[in-house]
């Protein structure tokens, strides 16, 4: 699986003008790390040349409107879905881990020890385990091969080490359900921009925001009506019969 991701990641690059990484993201599965990444980097402190060498196209991410043409269009777009999301994610998240690294666990961990920025700023977050199964089934059905007892109960730990790390290293600590709505927090926002010393973007992170929550939605509403399809039963069927009754069919 490692492979195939560097795989997949190779195939889009971030040239940064900043190479040093400005701090880090942990948040359990389904977290919401990913997309609380592509708003950061809006920042001006985030400059770079993105190439999809699949296409041999590029595009500059240097202004603000660089920057939200590319993520509505390419990150976004209206073609993103439950069967197609994280695929989306595993083309751009190793690029992006250049500048700002993202994670599951807390140290320690072989890309944050290679990179040096152990001990500087990162921004955790803890998720509700039922919000995170939610979230995260329609994606990955067999939740990374775990049951869903197990899921909720790796939830719970992963969110207490996260406490107890933030803790103890006084970094900064959210609660990432705040973000499953359409209008982005305005205080989880801004305590993630006055920590990292980013500029106050808010406006366009929230149409970014906006955006996300929206194909979250639209994703979940085709993940049940596919599925319901695909294994709707047979009408004809006397099993199907039974079962189309049994379910309000």
């Known amino acids: 699986m490692i492979d195939e991701l560097k795989l997949i990641s ?6 940064f003008l900043n190479t040093d990484p400005i701090g880090w993201i942990c948040t359990p599965i389904g977290g919401f790390g990913n997309h609380i ?8 402190k985030i400059q770079a040349t993105v190439t999809d060498w699949r296409i041999n196209k ?22 993103r879905s439950w069967h197609n999301w994280l695929n989306t994610e595993w083309e751009y998240r190793n690029a992006l881990n250049e500048i700002l690294p993202y994670v599951h666990k807390i140290p320690p961990d072989r890309r ?3 990179r040096k920025i152990l001990h500087s700023n990162v ?7 039922k919000l995170a199964l939610r979230c995260y089934l329609k994606f990955n059905s067999s939740l990374n091969t775990c049951t869903i007892p197990t899921f909720i109960e790796d939830h719970k730990k992963d969110n207490s080490n996260i406490i107890e790390y933030a803790t103890l290293n006084n970094r900064l600590l959210l609660n990432a359900d705040v973000l499953y709505t359409e209008v982005l927090d305005r205080e989880f926002y801004t ?4 920590y990292l010393g980013f500029d106050d973007n808010y406006e366009s992170a929230a149409v970014i925001h906006a955006k996300w929550y929206q194909l979250h939605q639209k994703a979940e509403q085709e993940f049940v009506t ?7 039963p047979e009408p004809n069927n006397n099993i199907g019969k039974t079962l ?3 379910i309000g069919l």
């Open 191 to 194: 305590s993630m921009i006055n």
């Open 37 to 44: 990444r592509w708003m950061l980097t809006l920042d001006t």
């Open 244 to 246: 189309n009754t049994a």
């Open 123 to 129: 921004i955790m977050c803890t998720i509700s385990p």
């Open 226 to 232: 596919d599925i319901t399809n695909l294994y709707r």
């Open 112 to 114: 944050l020890q290679d």
């Open 10 to 15: 190779s195939k889009i690059s971030f040239k």
């Open 58 to 79: 590029s595009w500059n991410y240097y202004t603000i409107d660089d920057k939200m043409n590319f993520i509505l269009d390419n990150i976004y777009g209206d073609s």
